[in-house]
């Protein structure tokens, strides 16, 4: 019987391979002495990472480099960069990392045997899958070499995956193999019926894509590397020692209105206004009217302004509502009532020029308003701006491509549904539309189902329903797996791929101006190739001419944020304010805590995500960090109420007042009509199946 492990349960996978629990002591817990970023119980400053004792400071203005994007491509740049004595900002449009594509895609780790040779894709997809398993053991990200079969069901399908084999060792792709059908069958039992061979490829592996770019990040901000979000790239300037760049600094509409306002007890310019204009037109009037002896004007003037600020101050500080900030060793139970229930509907849909500049976390969606307009000069511009590339580069005058972005939906299934299969499954390749809809067990034990391949630049795709696409989805993985349940549908999103004009990835120098690098068009397997397309970046930036120079303090290593649970040993749960610790110096007690009931996720957990370097101000964040809310129940205030109490955590940790903790938007991409599935439309996914 083949076992089917799942990452954080009695173990987890590292490097590649499977780690069992009693083995993780000391490779992948206990290690927090010998990493980078685990020695603060600080927070971050809001929208920026915590400020960095290395040697590597800017003067706040000026760098070397300044990456554009915090996706998978921008977040290994910068760990890249963050080997060398040099002073690099990453600034993301968006409230977090990695909430563009990179968020919104499978996780595979492809071997590289399908793309077409003498391509940038062909050059970095193998190189880059080769360097995961080292990557994993330094940054513990979570990765599963799991490999992949590309199914074919009939004998002109056999010849195409004789000229994928081909192709793949063409492309220098090792081990490949054809499977004939009673191989197949051994190595997976679930798959469709009518299959006859296989194309198997056992370097194919799967990462939760979020958690690896969040891993890249961490580490390159530590050592040295600043990071600022909320930062949208409105204007480049071509200057003498480099480029100038102007950045929209925006924040959430509430946030910016006390910021800017005050907490209800500033007085405002109007107020002013009236407090100065009011008393020097009436008694001038009077004085002119000779009720007032002019002698007393004077006088009488400022009589008539200090009454008035009285007054006004009177009434902002007992009658106007103020911001009260929190205590770090506040009460949780009080901050969890404020937090209140999730809604299931009612919230923006997220558009394609959304997903280009941060999808669910951009100004658009989170209602932002512009905190400040800041310039930052730098010798060199990475462009990793995914989706939105195209626009950076024609804020030098750059016109040389432009990007059509592909819209990917996918349908998530239960952990339950995850043992149907071990491997990625993928039908044979379609010409135009690549690599078609797969079926995945994810690194977490979920079964994954898609992606969809529209183009929006074709308004019949752009514009399908979602009946449509949940449709094409289940009829297409069916035809691979048919065992899956569709009833077990947990969640729905969608991504956005940076598909370029040119038909392949965009490395190189802008043609305008050399001191801008483009890493634009990185669709699939983009991900797969992002740590070998970082080098490429270090070695385009040494022959424009900046000096590199190896950072004898970087530190490579980072620890995880989620520990491995055996069951519920040595867990507790219960109401809120039960368990929950009172200081939050005990490890001890938050290690026992259980704050997301579906996935076991722990106060610790949260805690740690929050203490590390990256900002995090919202419940969505701690989830991409932590997987609290991702579980089968999705966050339901009436199971464990697990958002609410993250809320309560980050207002407590962070000393920000409930208003101000940002929550998980919805529907934001999903194709489904309510965040938890009613029984109707889940019986309707599975006769669209049918």
Known sequence: MVIVHQHGVKGVYSGGDWLDIEDCDEVFTGIEKECSGCKTEGVCPRSRSRPNASSKKSKGTDYDVVIIGAGCIGAAVARELSRYDLTVLMVEAADDVTQGATKGNSGIVHAGYDDKPNTNRSKYCWPGNQMFPQLDKELNFGYQKNG????????????????????????????????????????????????????????????IPYEY?????ENAVDNGVELRIRREVTAIEHISDGLELTMNYWEPR?????????????VTKVEWAIIIVFPLVGIAHASWMGIIDPELFIPRIGLFMAVMVGLSLIHRWWFVPTTVFVRRHTNIVPLVAKAGKIESYGGPKVTVADMKVGGSGSKEIQEGRTMEMEKVKAKFVINCAGSYSDKIARMIGDKSF??????????????????????????????????????????WGNLILGPTARDTNNPEAA????????????????????????????????????????????????????RMIHVAGIDSPGLAGSPAIALEVVRLLEESGCELKKDPTFNPKR?????????????????????????????????????????????????????????????????????AGMGHCQGDPDNYNCEARVRAIIARETGTPMRFVGRRPWPATSTLSERWPREEELAELELLKK
């Not at 002109?156 to 004939?180: A, H, S």
């Open 148 to 207: 992949s079969l590309v199914l074919a069901t009939n004998k002109d399908e056999v010849k195409i995956l004789n000229d994928l084999l081909k192709r793949g060792e063409t492309n220098g792709v090792e081990n490949l193999r054809i499977l004939d059908k009673k191989e197949l069958f051994e190595m997976e039992k679930n798959v469709n019926p009518n299959s006859i061979a296989a194309l198997y490829s056992p370097d194919a592996g799967n990462v």
């Open 213 to 217: 770019t969040i891993a890249l990040a």
């Open 254 to 266: 509430e946030y910016a209105i006390y910021k800017k306002e005050g907490d209800g007890r500033k």
């Open 402 to 443: 432009k990007i059509k972005p592909r819209l990917g939906d996918y349908l998530l299934l239960n952990r339950n549904q995850g043992h149907l299969t071990t491997r990625t499954l993928f039908p044979c390749p379609d010409p135009v539309l690549g690599k078609g809809v797969l079926v995945q067990t994810t690194l």
């Open 463 to 514: 514009q399908m329903k979602s009946a449509e696409i949940q449709h094409y989805i289940l009829s297409k993985c069916k035809n691979l797996l048919a065992a899956f349940d569709p009833k077990e549908t947990i969640h729905a999103f969608c991504g956005a791929r940076a598909k370029s004009d040119r038909g392949d990835w965009i490395i190189e120098n802008s043609a305008v101006d050399g």
């Open 559 to 627: 620890a995880p944020i989620i520990t491995p649970k055996d069951g519920m040993r040595g867990l507790k749960m219960g109401p809120t304010g039960k368990n929950d610790s009172k200081d939050q110096s005990n490890e001890a007690i938050m290690a026992k805590n259980v704050i997301c009931k579906c996935e076991k996720v722990t106060e610790l957990e949260v805690v740690r995500a929050l203490r590390r370097s990256l900002p995090i101000d919202s419940s969505q964040g701690i989830r991409k960090r932590t997987r």
